[in-house]
DNA sequence: CAGTGGTCTAGACCACGTG
DNA sequence: ACGTGGTCTAGACCACTGC
């Protein structure tokens, strides 16, 4: 059984849920138990998670329905590789002992050479119109080596959040001079920076990035 | 049986870490089991809900640990009445049967008197500092009426949420000419502001929201 | 080998909404 | 009266860790 029952029912679920109208009910917890050969538990468990992504929502003694499709839970303060086709274009990388004391000082390292940090700096783009700037300073020793040449892998925040915490600050700001002409922003329009700083599950910062993105509307939304 | 078993637990256990160090390890779901009188899929949901919450997290074969502090979820792009002692001070309070045209867009409802909006002014502070004004408009027919004039309970968008799902697109903008006294920051100086919108489960609009953040650092902040 | 979390089963009772 | 989601039980097997 290579992936759980539980996850397959789901993904199951989320394909036929994708033909049907919005608020249409879907077959009750018990049908489905029985067409699909599990357990109520079991059922019960790809429902919620379909219910805590926005895809469905129940109503008590009536039924489970399928979402209005804007209502899935998105968070676009983070670069997503998957859905939205955005471009990439890494500006630098490289690997350092030392960086900005701040940075040295949020990720709780310090100058003695003991650990060396990536810094990766990208544009991300839509349409080739670039949306934002974003720099990653990475400690790697908390990096597996078969991801360490893999940008996307590398560079995808998305894939640490599992055995991670991302706190993210917002800040009103202008756009640095050294960037203003990349994302083609004057250079005294206001634009949103996001700071951000992972942990590990043991509370240990391990990434600090930020990004500066660009003033359009659409760019930074979240829905939840 | 007035709340659920798995909810008394989760309270209980909640209590219980309070008092323990960062990433010591708790009792055993097996352990809990017994002492707690439950059973493990009941203590399960308990943890499953403190972890995914982020006061605990698992380590597989090995157990399930106290999180860091400062890791808890939390989210501050909607005001908390509960816990970071903010002061609320109401500057406008009606309901009318015609707002602005953009407004009367977002929410779906159309000039015809048939449905009135409740429209609420706030500046939200802390230590006597003003951090943000919040606008509020609200279809008055989704409203309980007996919450209509308790406005803890009127404008806490958090209340709304197990039902709803909300959308806030956040923007750099300078801060309107007439909440700039009030927020004690020049005409000219960027500031972030949230625009947010809750819909019911069926996709309905009901509340379109608005809030001039003060350009302090602390004050947006995502965890997550 | 004993203990852990991850998954799964096949039932059960409840409160509530609808015909 | 019947069907729904919400809760709960008392087991089970698995893969893995640490001793």
New binding site residues.
């Given amino acids: 059984?290579e992936t759980?029952?539980?996850?397959?029912i789901k993904n199951l679920i989320h394909e036929e849920i994708q033909h049907m109208a919005s608020n249409e009910?879907?077959?009750?917890?018990?049908?489905l138990t029985k067409r699909l050969?599990?357990?109520?538990?079991?059922v019960?468990?790809a429902?919620d998670e379909l219910v805590e992504e926005g895809f469905l929502y129940?109503?008590?003694?009536?039924?489970?329905f399928v979402s209005d499709k804007s209502l899935n839970k998105k968070n676009t303060l983070v670069s997503d590789t998957e859905n939205n086709n955005s471009e990439f274009h890494i500006i630098n990388f490289d690997v350092k002992y030392s960086v900005k004391e701040d940075i040295m000082k949020k990720l709780n390292v310090g100058f003695d050479k003991t650990s060396s940090i990536i810094r990766a700096i990208r544009v991300v783009s839509r349409n080739n119109k670039p949306e934002k700037i974003e720099e990653f300073y990475i400690v790697r020793s908390f990096i597996d080596e078969k991801n360490l040449n893999k940008f996307d892998k590398l560079l995808d925040l998305n894939l640490y959040l599992k055995n991670s915490t991302m706190t993210q600050k917002l800040m009103p700001t202008t756009v640095p001079a050294k960037y203003a002409s990349i994302l083609k922003v004057a250079i005294d329009e206001p634009i949103i920076t996001i700071e951000g700083i992972l942990r590990n599950n043991s509370g240990i910062p391990y990434i600090y990035y930020r990004s500066y993105n660009h003033p359009r509307n659409e760019i930074i939304e979240i829905t939840f």
Avoid at 25 to 31: A, L, N, P
Avoid at 37 to 42: G, Q
């Fill in positions: 059984m759980p029952k539980y996850l397959q009910v879907i077959e009750s917890e018990r049908v050969n599990a357990s109520r538990m079991t019960r468990r429902l129940r109503e008590k003694n009536k039924g489970t």
